[in-house]
C-alpha cells in the first residue's frame, strides 16, 4: 500500500508539474519561434531560468501556505480546489486568446528572463500554498515540477522553429484541464474519503 500511494504520488506530481510547465512550455515555442538562431546553451539558460523559478515558488508558497493552514484546515480542501481551479481556468482562457505577449521582447537580456520567469512560476508559488494547506512534503514536488518544466521548455524552444504558434496557445488550454482536473480530485478526494 505504501508503494501504491508513492506511485500514485508521483503520478499526481508529474500531472501537477506537467499542467504548470505549459506556461513555460508556451513561452519557450514563442522565444523559438522569435529567435530561430537559438543556440544550445542560451537555450539551456532560458529553460533553466524557467524551471528554476518554477521549483523555487512552490517551496515559498508551501511556507505561507504550512503557516496559516491551522487558521483555515476545515476549508483548506475547498481553497485548494479554488485556487487550482482558478489556475487551470486562467491557463485556459490564456490558451484561447490569440494575442502574443512575446513579440518585442528579447528573451536573452537577464531582466526579460527573470521576468518570464517569474510570470511563469506564479502558478506554481499558488500551487505551493495548496501543498502547505494539505501539508504535502514539498521538496520532492517541487524538483518534479521544476525537471518537468525544464525538459517542457527545452523541447519548446526546440520545437518552436516547426510548430505554428497556434500550438502553444492548445498547450496553455491542456495545461489549464489538467490543472482543473487536480482540483476537482483533491475536493472530491476530501469530501468522500
Not at 27 to 40: A, E, K, N
Not at 78 to 107: Q, R, S, V
Not at 119 to 148: K, N, Q, R, Y
Request: net charge neutral.
Amino acid at each position: 500500500m505504501p508503494l501504491a500511494m508513492t506511485v500514485f504520488q508521483f503520478i499526481t506530481f508529474l500531472l501537477i508539474g506537467l499542467g504548470l510547465s505549459f506556461d513555460s512550455f508556451a513561452v519557450s515555442v514563442s522565444v523559438g519561434l522569435l529567435r530561430r538562431d537559438i543556440r544550445f546553451f542560451q537555450a539551456c539558460k532560458i529553460a533553466f531560468s524557467l524551471a528554476f523559478f518554477q521549483g523555487v515558488f512552490p517551496v515559498i508558497g508551501w511556507m505561507i501556505g504550512n503557516v496559516i493552514e491551522e487558521l483555515i484546515s476545515t476549508i483548506d480542501h475547498w481553497i485548494a480546489f479554488g485556487l487550482l481551479f482558478a489556475i487551470g481556468g486562467k491557463m485556459i482562457y490564456e490558451g484561447i486568446k490569440d494575442e502574443n505577449a512575446l513579440t518585442h521582447l528579447n528573451p536573452f537580456k537577464l531582466t526579460v528572463l527573470i521576468g518570464l520567469s517569474i510570470a511563469t512560476s506564479i502558478d506554481a508559488f499558488v500551487v505551493g500554498i495548496t501543498f502547505g494547506f494539505l501539508e504535502t512534503p514539498i521538496i520532492f514536488p517541487a524538483v518534479v515540477i521544476g525537471s518537468v518544466t525544464f525538459i517542457a521548455s527545452m523541447l519548446g524552444l526546440l520545437f518552436g522553429k516547426n510548430i505554428p504558434a497556434k500550438r502553444s496557445h492548445q498547450s496553455l488550454i491542456l495545461g489549464g484541464i489538467i490543472l482543473t482536473l487536480i482540483g476537482i480530485k483533491t475536493l472530491v478526494e476530501h469530501l468522500w474519503f
